[in-house]
């Protein structure tokens, strides 16, 4: 039975690059996925375009290229991502562009487009999932829209012999289901076997967290060399089961565990996860350690996909101001209250507009709310101003009026930071899976 090996390379648009290179070099892959899309990631994205038509793409992409490429190209292994963003056009020429500064040639870059949906909205009739009401009653100022594509472009892309896909925003699972189908021959409509690959996908798209990233707990979940930790593969049968394992020497650990927290990640039903190409069924699944950092998945299902895709909506909703001032020592909670209730009274007494206000003392209340313990046994504390407001103007002041309080406020304050910035939200849809026709370009080097 043919098995296909598929790692990792990334799990987010910031994450680590030297795992990548480990898997590239030692982990006898056919293909590495990188997974840079988060919600509002190409929203973002979609600014930087504005901003500049040549930008938009993966700010990362550049050095994880010139990291990978030449490793990728000597062992034969493909490479699909979406760190096209919100510009996979030129996030294919600089691909392009950087393979021929690296002296490799016989590379085909594939270039998946079709999610970006903006002017096939109708905002009359487009409903938003988070309110029932229309885009057009939503009323806000929309910067991006993108549906999220399923598997068959890349499919078509590895088929026309792409040894590099990229692509903008595709479900994060497809990226890893592509290679199954088009490797095994499987059906577009192999509804069980599209809900395994689905699965292999969901698991290995967040990286390092399968591998005891954002799983560690000192003393309760405890994680070997997580400095240095690994970042996962999927050995994948023909039937769709896994193994999920990383590369010797990396840190980390795989576990029943760790497989078992990133199974139910952003899952809100295990037995009906809708993706553009199944519904998945994992309520199934069995997770067994058949070695040390072995774990071997079987038992996902799937049914037939809805017809409709997901479409994330990026709007301009607020700015953001925020200050932070410390105070430490004797009286430091008493002195870090007053410093907000002095930047409170300030923003009324200049009339700043504040849509929104949150004052936290970070360390004592700012994740778990109120304290009731005895606040002199406090050593330090960080008084963190924050507030949303309708201009960057506003939202600035925030900022000026926590740095004012060096010499106007309560003693001893220390440290100011302050920012400001735009805040760009995400509101979500439906779409006919049929209204949208992806597109694919071929580049050589």
Request: glycine share 12%; charged share 20%; aromatic share 6%.
């Amino acid at each position: 039975m043919k098995t296909l090996r598929i790692g990792t390379g990334a799990g987010f648009a910031g994450d680590r690059i030297e795992p990548a290179v480990e898997l590239a070099q030692n982990g006898n892959l056919d293909y590495l996925v990188f997974e840079c899309l988060a919600e509002r990631t190409i929203a973002l994205a979609q600014q930087a375009r504005m901003a500049d038509p040549n930008a938009g793409y993966d700010p990362l992409l550049e050095r994880r290229m010139r990291a990978v490429l030449p490793i990728c190209h000597r062992n034969k292994t493909r490479i699909i991502s979406n760190m096209g963003a919100a510009n996979p056009v030129m996030a294919g020429q600089r691909t392009l562009e950087i393979a021929r500064e690296l002296g490799l040639t016989g590379l085909r870059i594939a270039v998946v487009c079709g999610d970006d949906v903006h002017n096939q909205l109708d905002a009359n009739t487009f409903t938003l999932m988070e309110t029932g009401e229309t885009l057009a009653a939503f009323n806000k100022p929309v910067i991006s829209a993108n549906a999220y594509l399923g598997a068959g472009p890349i499919v078509d892309a590895l088929a026309n012999g792409a040894d590099i896909v990229l692509t903008g925003r595709v479900a994060d699972p497809a990226m890893f289901l592509a290679p199954q189908i088009y490797e095994f021959g499987w059906s577009m409509d192999d509804w069980q076997k599209l809900g395994r690959g689905t699965l292999v996908g969901h698991l290995l798209e967040c990286g390092g967290q399968i591998t005891g990233g954002y799983f560690a707990d000192p003393g309760v979940k405890d994680v070997p060399d997580i400095a240095r930790l690994g970042f996962p593969l999927a050995e994948v049968s023909e039937n769709g089961d896994a193994i999920i394992t990383k590369t010797p020497g990396t840190g980390g650990i795989v576990s029943v565990a760790t497989c078992t927290e990133q199974l139910l990640y952003e899952v809100h039903n295990p037995a009906c996860y809708l993706q553009p190409d199944v519904i998945a069924d994992f309520s199934g699944v069995m997770i067994k350690q058949v070695a040390p950092n072995r774990i071997a998945i079987t038992g996902g299902s799937g049914h037939a996909r809805t017809g409709t895709l997901k479409v994330s909506v990026g709007y301009v909703d607020s700015f953001i101001g925020e200050g932070q001032i410390s105070y430490a020592g004797v009286g430091c909670v008493a002195r870090g209250r007053l410093a907000l209730d002095i930047v409170r009274e300030r923003l009324k007494i200049t009339a700043v507009d504040c849509q929104e206000i949150r004052c936290d003392l970070i360390g004592l209340d700012a994740v778990l709310g109120a304290y009731t313990g005895d606040i002199a046994t406090i050593p330090e504390i960080r008084a963190r101003f924050t507030a949303r407001t309708s201009s960057l103007a506003d939202a600035q002041r925030i900022g000026e009026e926590v740095e004012s309080l060096y010499l106007n406020g309560p003693a001893a304050g220390g440290g100011v930071t302050r920012s400001a910035r735009q805040i760009v939200g995400i509101v979500s849809g439906l779409i006919d899976e049929t209204l949208i026709t992806p597109t694919l370009t071929m580049l050589e080097v």
